[in-house]
């Protein structure tokens, strides 16, 4: 009997499924340099101060990355990384500000990088260097949702380009 009752439950749980009532944050976008969309970039999660990686992927041959699913409430750094090129990273912070009740179950952002070819940079250890992001993401307190830190960006943004060659 009380082996039926266990398998029962077991079951019952099993049918019902287990769902994550927590907000969740779904990642994609593309990685080109140019107008070449690049293929076999590493895209890497890690947490806030780089203890451990959360999620990684490779971009696709169209240069795309799917579907990386991220708790909210949580701070992240997100690295975009390919040989021969400066690599890219930005914060996402959907801690400042997270308030569970008002935030949306899922909530998208689609996230674009272009990088550049290190050969035409000058003075890259700065800019490589896993203290400097490109950008920030923050909430939006208006939506509970996601958008670009644009003051933090820009100003980042700045530095970065004074190390360029292209000038």
Do not use: C
Not at 58 to 65: D, I, L, N, Q, R
Not at 122 to 147: E, Q
């Amino acid at each position: 009997m009380t082996k039926t009752y266990l398998f029962f439950l077991l079951l019952l749980s099993m049918s019902t499924g287990f769902t994550i009532d927590k907000p969740m944050i779904e990642l994609r976008g593309a990685v080109t340099s140019g107008e070449e969309k690049l293929e076999g970039v590493s895209i890497t999660i890690y947490s806030e101060n780089y203890e451990v990686v959360v999620q990684q992927r490779v971009t696709s041959a169209s240069g795309k990355y799917e579907k990386i699913e991220l708790a909210m409430g949580e701070t992240y750094v997100m690295e975009v990384a390919k040989k021969g090129y400066i690599p890219k990273r930005i914060i996402i912070d959907s801690k400042e500000g997270f308030y569970e009740d008002d935030t949306p179950m899922i909530v998208p952002m689609n996230i674009p990088f272009e990088l550049d070819r290190a050969k035409d940079f000058r003075k890259k250890r700065a800019i490589k260097s896993k203290t400097f992001f490109i950008g920030k993401i923050k909430i939006d307190p208006s939506t509970a949702g996601l958008m670009p830190d644009m003051q933090f960006t820009s100003a980042q943004r700045e530095i970065y380009l004074s190390h360029s060659k292209k000038k």
